[in-house]
């Protein structure tokens, strides 16, 4: 049974320490009121201030005004996962408000105040929005509620216990007296926090586990949500940008004699390795950067391609690796085995392609630098800013703003860097956007890996050991050192070495080889790359054993209830035994897959065809998911549906191709998405659960790929070992 | 200057006229809700309206607008349609983080204008220039449906 490491992380950092108070000030008065703070660090140690401007305390979480008003510093960055709806939800339950009272506001860059329950670091990533906050967030609204009963009951000189709350007012149940918390609020930040909660038993729970509508939604559907490409700062001028072509190159010289004559154009800015051109407006700056003679430096990289990238990467494969996982003698039984199998799986790189492009608008002054951006980091933003303008941290201020889409893109900041280093060389404030061509062309790369499997296979069929050993980039040497421990990378392994299937030798080793560009997370991460060659594999030794995938997992999967049980709803709500009808033209086939990571288990069957041209098209995917309590149902089956077809998108077509150190790929027409034309119907089936709650915006993504891959073969009786799938079919 | 009209309202602009609607609205005219995707006509992020018909504006220059009216996502509430859509659109819960919405919102009430009852492939056919990164596809199809005034059928 899956716990999250809840326990491990609590209380490892002394809280309530109020020194840190001054460490911000808050961007935006709330006025006078009630304030909680607690930690998302530990068990919600508490601590109290009132809420006058001048007293402050920056690193609050909850905040309930004279009006009744509740607001949330959110310590989570919205990029289309339903968080800024979630989190409200877990406070208004223990709170008793209304969804709809609760209001969010940025959380300014402070790593101790805002850290992540499971991170540690005020990251947005990882699936880790809801389960981080899963109690912190309900502790303290029970907080909030107990205090404003207390001054309630005091003031009616009654006792508590005879007093309840109800839809933001406390009522003396004798009485029927009603008091609205505003009213409470000034008296209650007087009183200490107490240090007991009881929080609700989940039977009784109003608004968690109920669809609840999306808060941000009305913004979005009327065009006054502002993503970060939206900000307007007065004298604010725009740049765009070319790094150099090839990575690791660099600018020698800059003729901008032609781009001078266009109206609107303002400068060209120089780089190290890329150059800027800041204009009156977008349409200048582009035409100015177009303009421009460049020269470039292209340096040792200039002559790598994806032939020659994979031919380094398959000799690295040879090397041992450092080890993640051993449990019994695998590399001894397979070596001495009659009959095993083996393969290699190859995942390619892969670009994000936010919908929103990078983009990042900077002001730096003598004395501080302000910085509007939609980032999932916003305190490394901070303190590379701090960095590279020489200011203190303090004075770097991010205006965080909602993302256009994340999928691991925005966990890195080298665009904010180059917009402060181009902010730096004028006095007014720059909006720096970048093409959809430099946004594809200077990503950081979901790298490509290149696994080597292997199983001895006993007398049923059955594999008696099992080795995988994985080769590729490692994110996490580069993103947070600390997490690599004896050479293993615990993303590059991640859903490798927590195989759910009943095998009693498995051998998961992992090789670092690091390609000469960047690398960065992509959504599902280590799963992302490993489910899908393990659901893949396992797909290969049930089609030896002869035997029909689902009942081959099922019986493998005896050890791992919560695993089994998705896997027998998906085939019974997929009808997994009845065989598809024939299309009219091509081939039909339906694949499965079982997941197990971020907390969560989902098993999906996916039903698809595949036309004489060999073109791929996803008919139905059915997913079942047990991700342990729901807060936000629709959200759930939401990131469900999107994270599916995001899968399905980069099984299908996602490549990122390289020639002459340089990405083939530039937009759309050869990067390719999917359409509305060419989405499949998603079925989404919730398991109840009583379980703490586990990711959900990266599973569905991870679990696809490989039934994808397995309905093809089911289809067309071809293995696809290298995607994506679309190339695999089309070429011989 | 060349004169541009926004959803009622007049703007001078001092640009050239090559300039594409997208940059003029965002970068000059000051409104954002009209995004940029791809710049290459690929992705329908920038679809506004011109005199009631759907255009990418990342392609067309404000030439092509000389003595017409553009909606934008902004102004498209007004009318009776548009309100009806971006309703549909909440109640079907339809955004996740939203960027390209405010496109889909245009091609959509483009569509129901012309078409009232639209068929599944009409949906196709109208919607799939509008990329969503975050694929929130089959919503939007229950959305111009209920906007349609048809049952959305939204699975439990
Ligand atoms: S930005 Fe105009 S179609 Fe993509
Ligand atoms: S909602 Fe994110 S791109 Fe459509």
């Given at each position: 049974?899956?716990?999250?490491?809840?326990?491990?992380?609590?209380?490892?950092?002394?809280?309530?320490?109020?020194?840190?108070?001054?460490?911000?000030?808050?961007?935006?008065?709330?006025?006078?009121?009630?304030?909680?703070?607690?930690?998302?660090?530990?068990?919600?140690?508490?601590?109290?201030?009132?809420?006058?401007?001048?007293?402050?305390?920056?690193?609050?979480?909850?905040?309930?005004?004279?009006?009744?008003?509740?607001?949330?510093?959110?310590?989570?960055?919205?990029?289309?996962?339903?968080?800024?709806?979630?989190?409200?939800?877990?406070?208004?339950?223990?709170?008793?408000?209304?969804?709809?009272?609760?209001?969010?506001?940025?959380?300014?860059?402070?790593?101790?105040?805002?850290?992540?329950?499971?991170?540690?670091?005020?990251?947005?990533?990882?699936?880790?929005?809801?389960?981080?906050?899963?109690?912190?967030?309900?502790?303290?609204?029970?907080?909030?509620?107990?205090?404003?009963?207390?001054?309630?009951?005091?003031?009616?000189?009654?006792?508590?216990?005879?007093?309840?709350?109800e839809n933001g007012e406390v009522v003396h149940q004798p009485t029927g007296r009603r008091v609205p918390y505003g009213d409470l609020v000034e008296k209650a930040a007087r009183l200490p926090a107490p240090t007991a909660v009881t929080l609700k038993d989940p039977k009784d729970f109003k608004i968690i586990g109920k669809p609840v509508h999306r808060l941000d939604a009305p913004s979005k559907v009327n065009g006054t949500a502002e993503f970060g490409i939206d900000v307007k700062v007065p004298d604010m001028k725009i740049a765009t940008v070319s790094a150099s072509p090839v990575f690791g190159g660099k600018l020698v010289s800059v003729d901008d004699s032609e781009a001078k004559k266009i109206q609107g154009f303002q400068q060209?800015?120089?780089?190290?390795?890329?150059?800027?051109?800041?204009?009156?407006?977008?349409?200048?700056?582009?035409?100015?950067?177009?303009?421009?003679?460049?020269?470039?430096?292209?340096?040792?990289?200039?002559?790598?391609?994806?032939?020659?990238?994979?031919?380094?990467?398959?000799?690295?494969?040879?090397?041992?690796?450092?080890?993640?996982?051993?449990?019994?003698?695998?590399?001894?039984?397979?070596?001495?085995?009659?009959?095993?199998?083996?393969?290699?799986?190859?995942?390619?790189?892969?670009?994000?392609?936010?919908?929103e492009p990078i983009n990042c608008t900077v002001h730096v002054q003598d004395d501080g630098c302000d910085i509007w951006v939609g980032t999932q980091v916003p305190v490394v933003a901070q303190m590379v800013a701090a960095q590279l303008t020489g200011l203190a941290q303090d004075k770097v201020r991010i205006h965080n703003h909602l993302l256009g889409g994340g999928f691991g893109r925005r966990l890195e900041v080298d665009s904010v860097a180059q917009a402060v280093l181009i902010a730096k060389q004028v006095n007014f404030p720059v909006k720096v956007v970048w093409s959809r061509e430099e946004d594809i062309q200077h990503d950081m790369y979901r790298p490509y890996y290149y696994d080597r499997i292997s199983a001895a296979i006993d007398e049923h069929g059955n594999p008696e050991a099992w080795q995988h050993h994985i080769t590729g980039s490692s994110i996490m040497a580069r993103f947070f050192p600390a997490a690599v421990k004896d050479g293993v990378d615990p993303d590059a392994v991640e859903g490798a070495t927590d195989l759910q299937y009943a095998v009693p030798n498995v051998y998961v080793d992992y090789v670092r080889h690091e390609p000469p560009l960047p690398t960065a997370f992509w959504r599902g991460v280590g799963p992302t790359h490993n489910i899908f060659v393990v659901e893949s594999f396992i797909d290969e030794l049930a089609a030896h054993a002869g035997k029909d995938p689902v009942e081959y997992r099922l019986a493998l999967l005896k050890n791992a209830p919560r695993a089994k049980a998705v896997l027998e709803?998906?085939?019974?709500?997929?009808?997994?035994?009845?065989?598809?009808?024939?299309?009219?033209?091509?081939?039909?086939?339906?694949?499965?897959?079982?997941?197990?990571?971020?907390?969560?288990?989902?098993?999906?069957?996916?039903?698809?065809?595949?036309?004489?041209?060999?073109?791929?098209?996803?008919?139905?995917?059915?997913?079942?998911?047990?991700?342990?309590?729901?807060?936000n149902p629709d959200t759930v089956r939401a990131q469900m549906e999107g994270g599916i077809m995001f899968g399905i998108t980069g099984a299908l077509w996602g490549e990122i191709h390289f020639d002459q150190g340089r990405v083939q790929e530039s937009n759309f027409h050869n990067y390719r998405m999917m359409r509305m034309n060419e989405a499949p119907v998603v079925e989404v089936h919730l398991v109840p659960s009583q379980e703490n709650p586990g990711g959900i915006g990266e599973p569905g993504t991870s679990a696809v790929m490989p039934a994808v891959a397995n309905a093809v073969f089911a289809a067309t009786g071809k293995r696809v070992r290298k995607l994506p799938i679309a190339t695999a079919l089309t070429t011989a | 200057m060349i004169t541009l009209n926004v959803n009622g309202d007049q703007h001078d602009l001092d640009v050239t006229d090559d300039t594409p609607i997208l940059w003029a609205l965002r970068d000059v005219v000051g409104l954002?809700?009209?995004?940029?995707?791809?710049?290459?006509?690929?992705?329908?992020?920038?679809?506004?309206?011109?005199?009631?018909?759907?255009?990418?504006?990342?392609?067309?220059?404000?030439?092509?607008?000389?003595?017409?009216?553009?909606?934008?996502?902004?102004?498209?509430?007004?009318?009776?349609?548009?309100?009806?859509?971006?309703?549909?659109?909440?109640?079907?819960?339809?955004?996740?983080?939203?960027?390209?919405?405010?496109?889909?919102?245009?091609?959509?009430?483009?569509?129901?204008?012309?078409?009232?009852?639209?068929?599944?492939?009409?949906?196709?056919?109208?919607?799939?220039?509008?990329?969503?990164?975050?694929?929130?596809?089959?919503?939007?199809?229950?959305?111009?449906?209920?906007?349609?005034?048809?049952?959305?059928?939204?699975?439990?």
């Open positions: 049974m899956h716990m999250l490491p809840e326990t491990q992380t609590a209380d490892t950092t002394a809280r309530g320490d109020v020194s840190r108070r001054d460490f911000l000030k808050l961007s935006s008065g709330l006025g006078i009121g009630l304030l909680l703070e607690f930690s998302l660090l530990g068990t919600a140690c508490s601590k109290l201030g009132i809420g006058s401007k001048q007293e402050f305390t920056p690193n609050a979480f909850i905040h309930i005004d004279q009006d009744g008003v509740v607001t949330i510093v959110a310590h989570k960055v919205e990029m289309g996962q339903g968080t800024y709806t979630s989190m409200p939800m877990l406070i208004a339950e223990e709170l008793e408000v209304d969804v709809s009272k609760v209001k969010l506001q940025h959380a300014p860059p402070d790593d101790k105040a805002y850290g992540d329950a499971l991170l540690g670091a005020q990251i947005t990533g990882g699936s880790t929005s809801v389960r981080g906050a899963w109690k912190p967030l309900r502790e303290a609204g029970a907080r909030a509620r107990m205090m404003l009963i207390q001054v309630a009951a005091d003031e009616w000189k009654v006792r508590p216990e005879t007093c309840y709350a060209v800015i120089k780089l190290d390795n890329a150059v800027a051109v800041i204009a009156d407006h977008m349409w200048a700056a582009k035409q100015g950067l177009a303009a421009l003679k460049i020269t470039w430096d292209d340096g040792e990289h200039a002559g790598f391609s994806s032939t020659s990238l994979r031919a380094d990467i398959a000799k690295a494969s040879e090397a041992k690796g450092a080890v993640a996982k051993k449990t019994g003698n695998a590399p001894g039984i397979i070596a001495a085995a009659d009959k095993k199998l083996e393969a290699v799986y190859e995942l390619p790189f892969l670009a994000h392609a936010t919908m709803m998906a085939a019974e709500k997929a009808n997994w035994f009845s065989p598809l009808s024939a299309p009219a033209k091509g081939k039909a086939g339906k694949g499965v897959s079982v997941l197990f990571a971020f907390g969560t288990y989902i098993a999906q069957v996916v039903e698809l065809e595949v036309d004489a041209d060999q073109q791929v098209r996803v008919k139905k995917v059915v997913c079942v998911v047990d991700c342990g309590y729901t807060v | 954002t809700g009209t995004k940029f995707g791809c710049g290459m006509s690929l992705c329908g992020a920038c679809t506004v309206h011109l005199d009631g018909k759907p255009i990418r504006s990342c392609v067309t220059p404000l030439s092509a607008a000389s003595g017409k009216e553009i909606t934008t996502i902004e102004g498209i509430g007004a009318s009776e349609l548009g309100k009806r859509v971006q309703d549909a659109w909440i109640e079907q819960e339809v955004v996740q983080c939203g960027y390209c919405q405010s496109g889909q919102i245009m091609s959509a009430v483009a569509l129901l204008k012309e078409n009232a009852a639209p068929s599944d492939q009409d949906i196709d056919n109208a919607m799939s220039g509008n990329i969503c990164r975050c694929a929130t596809y089959a919503r939007i199809r229950s959305a111009i449906k209920l906007a349609a005034g048809q049952p959305a059928a939204k699975e439990a």
